[in-house]
């Protein structure tokens, strides 16, 4: 057994397996010789491993197999363990265990053998083929971990991780959060709508007549079914009045689309947040103060905002809304920047036939409604000169706001 053991010594580790199937291909040749003096003392030796029929005593040819597979089963062990990788490992597999292999070709005795002397003959075989192949498993198993330690032996665990890019807000999606943080708090909530708009949303309920330049196909998207891409989220303020009754307080962000030339100051998609607030007794001055408010909120206290009077179709009277923008080295410039304005009886005149009832009677119910670009707001707050540079996906651009 020291011999075997020494043989084998430069195996790292032997599993238990293992040792117990050296021990008993030694146990084996001890065995043989024992068994011809009838004593048997093994631990090992069970009467189920080895019948002692007396046939397979007395015969010659079992003895000399057991023999032969002793010295196949010492040479494998030997190959395998001296095997440095898989395919050295493979080749092993072949010349014991193959179609021509060693074992193969010992098992050819069981031709010759008497019938009564089969069983023993191929228990003995199976045996050194288990012993073989399990010593191959293990091996296998000890290479695929020796080259996976050899493949994180120069990892050195106590270097700092490698730092990913931060991801960061776009500048407009920033600008968004913020106002709808500053109308949340005057208690404006968030309201949806479609962008595939009806023209009626759009248009007619409030209080666009058919011959309007907005309404002009060289100016608007439309679709065959008669539909449309919303030209501005104010469809949004019928929607929410078409499911709600007054009071009504929401602010509706989302995309606006034109036929518009694209420059500097215009794309065809673009950005704008809506704002409604329907109640009784809404009035101007709770426009302007309200706007006021947002203005020097989102750009500072002492940001100057002035109304200047315009027309839309859906508000009477309308304002546009200008703040004053104080570029350092230049003069002092006023930027126009929303659209604004009281609602127009008529729109909740069309809201009202749309929903039969008169919780929008225009007599009681007053309100004021507000529109402006997140673009252009973006652009005014970081001095962006191109609008087009919100859209480009250009890296050198957005990680100045990272
Ligand atoms: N919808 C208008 C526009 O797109 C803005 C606006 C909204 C004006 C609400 C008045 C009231 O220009």
Same mark, same amino acid.
């Given at each position: 057994?020291?011999?075997?053991?020494?043989?084998?010594?430069?195996?790292?580790?032997?599993?238990?397996?293992?040792?117990?199937?050296?021990?008993?291909?030694?146990?084996?040749?001890?065995?043989?010789?024992?068994?011809?003096?009838?004593?048997?003392?093994?631990?090992?030796?069970?009467?189920?491993?080895?019948?002692?029929?007396?046939?397979?005593?007395?015969?010659?040819?079992?003895?000399?197999?057991?023999?032969?597979?002793?010295?196949?089963?010492?040479?494998?062990?030997?190959?395998?363990?001296?095997? *440095?990788?898989?395919?050295?490992?493979?080749?092993?597999?072949?010349?014991?265990?193959?179609?021509?292999?060693?074992?193969?070709?010992?098992?050819?005795?069981?031709?010759?053998?008497?019938?009564?002397?089969?069983?023993?003959?191929?228990?003995?075989?199976?045996? *050194?083929?288990?012993?073989?192949?399990?010593?191959?498993?293990?091996?296998?198993?000890?290479?695929?971990?020796?080259?996976?330690?050899?493949?994180?032996?120069?990892?050195?665990?106590?270097?700092?991780?490698?730092?990913?890019?931060?991801?960061?807000?776009?500048?407009?999606?920033?600008?968004?959060?913020?106002?709808?943080?500053?109308?949340?708090?005057?208690?404006?909530?968030?309201?949806?709508?479609?962008?595939?708009?009806?023209?009626?949303?759009?248009?007619?309920?409030?209080?666009?007549?058919?011959?309007?330049?907005?309404?002009?196909?060289?100016?608007?998207?439309?679709?065959?079914?008669?539909?449309?891409?919303? !030209?501005?989220?104010?469809?949004?303020?019928?929607?929410?009045?078409?499911?709600?009754?007054?009071?009504?307080?929401?602010?509706?962000?989302?995309?606006?689309?034109?036929?518009?030339?694209?420059?500097? !100051?215009?794309?065809?998609?673009?950005?704008?947040?809506?704002?409604?607030?329907?109640?009784?007794?809404?009035?101007?001055?709770?426009?302007?103060?309200?706007?006021?408010?947002?203005?020097?909120?989102?750009?500072?206290?002492?940001?100057?905002?002035?109304?200047?009077?315009?027309?839309?179709?859906?508000?009477?009277?309308?304002?546009?809304?200008?703040?004053?923008?104080?570029?350092?080295?230049?003069?002092?410039?006023?930027?126009?920047?929303?659209?604004?304005?009281?609602?127009?009886?008529?729109?909740?005149?069309?809201?009202?036939?749309?929903?039969?009832?008169?919780?929008?009677?225009?007599?009681?119910?007053?309100?004021?409604?507000?529109?402006?670009?997140?673009?252009?707001?973006?652009?005014?707050?970081?001095?962006?000169?191109?609008?087009?540079?919100?859209?480009?996906?250009?890296?050198?651009?957005?990680?100045?706001?990272?």
């Amino acid at each position: 057994m020291a011999g075997i053991l020494a043989m084998t010594g430069h195996f790292c580790v032997m599993s238990y397996r293992l040792f117990v199937i050296r021990l008993r291909s030694l146990h084996a040749t001890q065995e043989h010789k024992s068994a011809r003096t009838n004593k048997i003392h093994s631990p090992f030796s069970t009467g189920a491993q080895r019948p002692l029929h007396t046939s397979y005593l007395l015969l010659s040819t079992p003895n000399m197999l057991q023999s032969d597979l002793n010295t196949i089963q010492a040479d494998a062990l030997i190959a395998i363990a001296a095997a *440095t990788d898989e395919r050295t490992l493979d080749n092993a597999r072949v010349e014991f265990l193959g179609k021509s292999g060693r074992l193969t070709q010992a098992s050819s005795v069981m031709r010759d053998l008497p019938k009564e002397e089969k069983p023993a003959a191929g228990q003995m075989l199976n045996e *050194t083929r288990q012993a073989i192949t399990s010593a191959l498993d293990d091996k296998k198993i000890a290479l695929i971990a020796e080259a996976d330690a050899l493949a994180v032996a120069d990892l050195d665990l106590t270097l700092p991780g490698r730092t990913l890019p931060a991801g960061a807000i776009h500048p407009l999606t920033a600008m968004q959060d913020r106002v709808t943080k500053i109308f949340r708090q005057l208690g404006f909530a968030l309201a949806t709508g479609p962008e595939v708009e009806t023209e009626w949303h759009c248009f007619d309920a409030l209080n666009t007549p058919a011959d309007h330049p907005a309404r002009n196909e060289s100016d608007t998207f439309y679709f065959d079914s008669g539909k449309l891409l919303r !030209t501005h989220t104010s469809s949004v303020q019928v929607r929410t009045m078409e499911g709600n009754k007054p009071p009504v307080r929401i602010i509706a962000p989302g995309s606006a689309y034109r036929r518009d030339e694209i420059d500097a !100051t215009h794309l065809s998609v673009f950005n704008q947040i809506e704002g409604l607030y329907v109640a009784e007794n809404v009035t101007l001055p709770d426009l302007k103060g309200t706007l006021e408010f947002f203005f020097k909120a989102l750009y500072g206290e002492s940001t100057e905002v002035r109304f200047r009077p315009h027309f839309f179709p859906f508000t009477e009277p309308s304002f546009e809304i200008d703040v004053k923008l104080e570029a350092t080295g230049k003069e002092a410039k006023w930027i126009e920047i929303a659209g604004c304005g009281m609602v127009d009886p008529a729109v909740f005149d069309a809201v009202g036939n749309e929903r039969g009832d008169d919780a929008y009677d225009s007599t009681k119910i007053t309100g004021f409604a507000f529109g402006m670009g997140l673009e252009r707001l973006t652009m005014i707050e970081y001095g962006i000169s191109d609008i087009r540079h919100l859209i480009e996906n250009d890296q050198r651009f957005l990680t100045q706001f990272a």
